[in-house]
Nanobody, 115 residues
Framework: QVQLVESGGGLVQPGGSLRLSCAAS????????MAWYRQALGKEREMVAI???????RYADSVKGRFTISGDAAKKTVYLQMNTLKPEDTAVYFC?????????WGQGTQVTVSS
């Protein structure tokens, strides 16, 4: 059973930074794609950042230049470094993994940006 467990969420002031971590029970290179999604209250879940097994990345326009997705194969972990956070970044952030055609989700971690 593949499991994805997120950590690192919390409360931060506007302009601050947070780093989210997603620990996978399988090596990152077993996944075709790993990604971060987020869902704000009353809104649909949206893609934030994608990391492919060959290392290519893609970002939502709203986070380009502020967020960075990266992976550590040895630690089986994917990170999301979030800088210059804005109140509109407030959401539950979910880790996503695509493995052999199967989709896996973490349980989510809350990020709140507020003064």
């Amino acid at each position: 059973q593949v499991q994805l467990v997120e950590s690192g969420g919390g409360l931060v002031q506007p302009g601050g930074s947070l780093r989210l971590s997603c620990a996978a029970s399988e090596s990152r290179f077993s996944f075709n794609v790993m990604a971060w999604y987020r869902q704000a209250l009353g809104k649909e879940r949206e893609m934030v950042a994608i990391l492919s097994s060959v290392g290519s990345t893609r970002y939502a326009d709203s986070v380009k230049g502020r967020f960075t997705i990266s992976g550590d194969a040895a630690k089986k972990t994917v990170y999301l470094q979030m800088n210059t956070l804005k109140p509109e970044d407030t959401a539950v952030y979910f880790c996503y993994g695509l493995l052999s055609g199967n989709v896996y989700w973490g349980q989510g971690t809350q990020v709140t940006v507020s003064s």
